[in-house]
């Protein structure tokens, strides 16, 4: 079995694919049924080509009910970007190229997941200790309790303003966390009241699946709520696995680093 980044690139080699993914991103969140209306092949036919895609983990799939519902993963898109396309052009304008909306009662929900060669448990600090998260999420620093209905708070890059607040409303360590968000950081997503951001860690080897489920997002949720998702992930990454930071512009843009003040 191809691993990495070997079967992204086979599973995007595939026009076929290719147009799934398309379908997926004008729709997210469709069952197996819904897509193969949208190709002109048999159902077994699109089975095959989303296996791939799963495999490659550009698509991921959530039960709802009876349905298994097929979602747009970006995030390793986004590491392609960040491994290539990023040296030749500012990343910012592709961190919402992956993302469509999934509209149910008219709300949306967005499903990000990522492999990360690390412990559950290391995991979990890096998602809730807030010197970590600083390291790889824009420079923002998160402070809790992480006691169930306790609240958190996360402050600017320069320490001072809270850009978002919420509640912890579900506390597993090391395996999940479910959280209230609502977003502060301009007029524009202040507006948008309260969303709920879920992180599921999952051991896989000597790896772990994490997934990031934000949703109750309102229909046309402003981009900024869930548009930096790959690149948080991305950062995770490769700061877990390899003890360094970013170095892209969008990456620097809130660090206080040289390099990211000129981005």
Not at 221 to 249: C, D, F, R, V
């Amino acid at each position: 079995m191809l691993r990495g980044m070997d079967a992204v690139f086979k599973a995007l080699a595939d026009p076929t694919r290719r147009s799934l993914l398309d379908e997926l991103f004008k729709e997210d969140g469709q069952t197996l049924s819904a897509l193969e209306l949208r190709l002109p092949m048999t159902r077994f036919g699109v089975m095959k080509h989303l296996r791939v895609l799963e495999e490659a983990n550009l698509v991921t799939t959530r039960r709802r009910g009876r349905e298994k519902l097929h979602f747009l993963n970006p995030v390793p898109i986004r590491l392609v970007h960040d491994r290539w396309v990023s040296k030749y052009a500012e990343p910012w304008a592709a961190a919402l190229s992956g993302l469509k909306r999934d509209i149910e009662e008219g709300t949306m929900e967005k499903v990000f997941e990522i492999y990360i060669k690390t412990t559950p448990e290391r995991l979990w600090e890096a998602i809730t200790d807030g010197e970590i998260r600083r390291q790889y999420s824009f420079g923002l620093r998160v402070s809790s309790d992480y006691m169930p209905g306790s609240r958190y708070e996360t402050t600017g890059p320069d320490g001072t303003g809270v850009w978002v607040e919420g509640e912890n409303l579900e506390v597993d360590p090391p395996r999940r966390l479910v959280q209230s968000m609502t977003a502060l950081w301009s007029e524009e997503v202040q507006q948008e009241g309260p969303s709920r951001v879920t992180y599921e860690i999952e051991p896989v080897g000597d790896s772990c699946r994490l997934t990031v489920i934000h949703d109750e997002l309102r229909e046309d949720a402003h981009g900024e709520l869930y548009g930096g998702w790959p690149m948080i992930l991305s950062a995770l990454k490769t700061l877990l696995e390899t003890g360094e930071q970013l170095t892209t512009p969008a990456s620097l843009r809130f660090s206080g680093s040289p390099s990211g003040q000129a981005a």
